[in-house]
T-cell receptor, first 113, second 110 residues
Framework: AQSVTQLDSQVPVFEEAPVELRCNYS??????LFWYVQYPNQGLQLLLKYLSGSTLVKSINGFEAEFNKSQTSFHLRKPSVHISDTAEYFC???????????FGAGTTVTVRA | SQTIHQWPATLVQPVGSPLSLECTVE??????LYWYRQAAGRGLQLLFYSVGIGQISSEVPQNLSASRPQDRQFILSSKKLLLSDSGFYLCAWTDYTEAFFGQGTRLTVV
């Protein structure tokens, strides 16, 4: 079965500084990879996803993630964060043609002025 | 477009009382449906998923059950709530690529 590890539970960062959230997964078969964002007391919103093709995927609000098959990683980055990026971020993996979507424990990003 | 409705948004229930959380999806047919529970610092735990009417798979043994009486309706239930059932419950559906989530129900068992 697949599993997801998010290596950082809390990431404090200053406004306009870069941020990287680490995500590693374990699976012996092909997977889809996702990053979701959750604002307080809300559901999860898809930030970006990797299904196939280019290993670098980008969101409309400046985040990007790179799929690294050899390292089984899907780290999320943003070169310059805003206060509004304060949220919890979840990495998720789904085996191709399977029903289950497995999540990491989440990383709380707190952006300070 | 597809939408997912989940209610209630918040719920405070005494220990030993029953529970019923409802989730409905619009704009798609035969969706895969999921119930997740989110506890502080523990990420999202998959509780149940369903690939069709009456088809329920349970991921972890617990005090909860799920039912799918209609194609786009998914219900999470308990006969007697425990304190440990407190948490944030999320309903979701998938289209084989990504998952779409409801706004969640904050359940506090007192």
């Amino acid at each position: 079965a697949q599993s997801v590890t998010q290596l950082d539970s809390q990431v404090p960062v200053f406004e306009e500084a870069p941020v990287e959230l680490r995500c590693n997964y374990s699976s012996s078969v092909s997977v889809y990879l996702f990053w979701y964002v959750q604002y307080p007391n809300q559901g999860l919103q898809l930030l970006l996803k990797y299904l196939s093709g280019s290993t670098l995927v980008k969101s409309i609000n400046g985040f990007e993630a790179e799929f690294n098959k050899s390292q089984t990683s899907f780290h999320l980055r943003k070169p310059s964060v805003h206060i509004s990026d304060t949220a919890e971020y979840f990495c998720a993996v789904r085996v191709v043609n399977d029903y289950k979507l497995s999540f990491g424990a989440g990383t709380t990003v707190t952006v300070r002025a | 477009s597809q939408t997912i409705h989940q209610w209630p948004a918040t719920l405070v229930q005494p220990v030993g009382s029953p529970l019923s959380l409802e989730c409905t999806v619009e704009g798609t047919s035969n969706p895969n449906l999921y119930w997740y529970r989110q506890a502080a610092g523990r990420g999202l735990q998959l509780l149940f998923y369903s690939v069709g009417i009456g088809q329920i798979s349970s991921e972890v043994p617990q005090n909860l059950s799920a039912s799918r009486p209609q194609d786009r309706q998914f219900i999470l239930s308990s006969k007697k709530l425990l304190l440990s059932d407190s948490g944030f419950y999320l309903c979701a559906w998938t289209d084989y690529t990504e998952a779409f989530f409801g706004q969640g129900t904050r359940l506090t068992v007192v």
